[in-house]
């Protein structure tokens, strides 16, 4: 059981808009730890996607954007393309826990 | 450009050891905190011990405490995880990466991957 909750599956058409969600609690997200999301690709390692909640990394297109909000985060994919078909996962840090936390992943398929 | 390389994994019997590494290039590896991630099969990321970039400070996930150890050459650009009374729930990939971080060290990210190397604890 992951510390911070995703969906396990996500899908959408292409072009169209989707969202993953990641719920966390007071003691991570709630604390006003920041949020960070990951792409990884099938057979490669992970990818930095959105740093600090809403941050983009030099290369990342400006169809991927994260907010945060309360004890919660939201990782929001426009224009769906086949090439974003990834496992995605969000990222934060827990104090009771004293260690970085992620979410459980969640799988986007592309229709 | 950044790059992180892991070696050292394969298949070990439970209880035994085996010490990973990541070579690290394309940055001064002596400015950045480091950690390793790894990736059961078909499962998701687990963070597992962060060094900071002088090698002063060390955390570990409760899971590996008191078996795993992380630690850091700056003059040769390494990152080690000694990993010792292995366990079959340690099996994953083990990836090694830089932290990034942009105000308190509790808030840093995970900029650069390596590709990973695979531990396999079986009899």
């Known amino acids: 059981q992951s510390v911070l909750t995703q969906p396990p599956s996500v899908s959408g058409a292409p072009g169209q808009r989707v969202t993953i969600s990641c719920t966390g609690s007071s003691s991570n997200i709630g604390a006003g730890y920041d949020v960070h999301w990951y792409q990884q690709l099938p057979g490669t390692a992970p990818k930095l996607l959105i740093y600090?909640?809403?941050n983009r990394p030099s290369g990342v297109p400006d169809r991927f954007s994260g907010s945060k909000s309360g004890t919660s985060a939201s990782l929001a994919i426009t224009g769906l393309q086949a090439e974003d078909e990834a496992d995605y996962y969000c990222?934060?840090?827990?104090?009771?826990?004293?260690?970085?936390?992620f979410g459980g992943g969640t799988k986007l398929t592309v229709l | 450009q950044v790059q992180l390389v892991e070696s050292g994994g394969g298949v070990v019997q439970p209880g035994r050891s085996l010490r990973l590494s990541c070579a690290a290039s394309g940055f001064t590896f002596s400015n950045y905190g480091m950690h390793w991630v790894r990736q059961a099969p078909g499962k998701g990321l687990e963070w597992v011990a962060v060094?900071?970039?002088?090698?002063?400070?060390?955390y570990y996930v409760d899971s590996v405490k008191g078996r795993f150890s992380i630690s850091r050459d700056n003059s040769k650009n390494m990152l080690y995880l000694q990993m010792n009374i292995l366990r079959a729930e340690d099996t994953a990939i083990y990836y090694c990466a830089r932290s990034v971080t942009h105000s308190r060290w509790d808030q840093s990210h995970f900029d650069h991957w390596g590709q990973g190397t695979l531990v396999t604890v079986s009899s």
């Open positions: 060094i900071w970039s002088d090698g002063s400070q060390k």
């Open positions: 990222q934060s840090y827990d104090s009771s826990l004293s260690g970085w936390v």
């Open positions: 600090a909640n809403s």
